[in-house]
């Protein structure tokens, strides 16, 4: 029996599937595809080139995530498509990957 987070409680697929009222092979589906707490009861795009990330506990599709933190879709698809780590993609400002040069020191020539 397959058991995962949902609604802060740990409950089996069929448990999830009665209390969303999905069917239990959508559910099923979607674990095996390594969908895991709410993101196995999230509404889902026609297109099946969607992509979803999870950070800090927070599973959302990548369009979901442009909204959520005012960035364009097509700039976090970039950073994603380039290889950016899931934290990088989101929150380069935080996460930066390369360094600035510094103005006060110039390299030597």
């Known amino acids: 029996m397959y058991k995962t987070h949902y609604n802060n409680h740990l409950l089996s697929l069929n448990e999830i599937a009665k209390q969303s009222d999905l069917p239990y092979n959508i559910i099923y589906a ?3 595809r390594g969908w ?3 993101a ?3 509404p889902v795009q026609r297109d ?3 992509i979803v990330l999870t950070h800090n506990g927070k599973t959302m599709t990548l369009k979901e995530w442009a909204q959520e933190i005012g960035i364009a879709y097509e700039t976090l698809r ?3 498509k380039a290889g950016k780590s899931v934290a990088e993609t989101l929150h380069p400002d935080i996460y930066p990957t390369h360094t600035e040069p ?3 020191n110039p390299p030597d020539l």
């Open 40 to 42: 196995l009861t999230a």
């Open 30 to 32: 979607r674990y095996k």
């Open 36 to 38: 895991r707490g709410d």
């Open 102 to 104: 510094d103005s006060d």
């Open 48 to 50: 099946r080139s969607f």
């Open 78 to 80: 970039k950073r994603h």
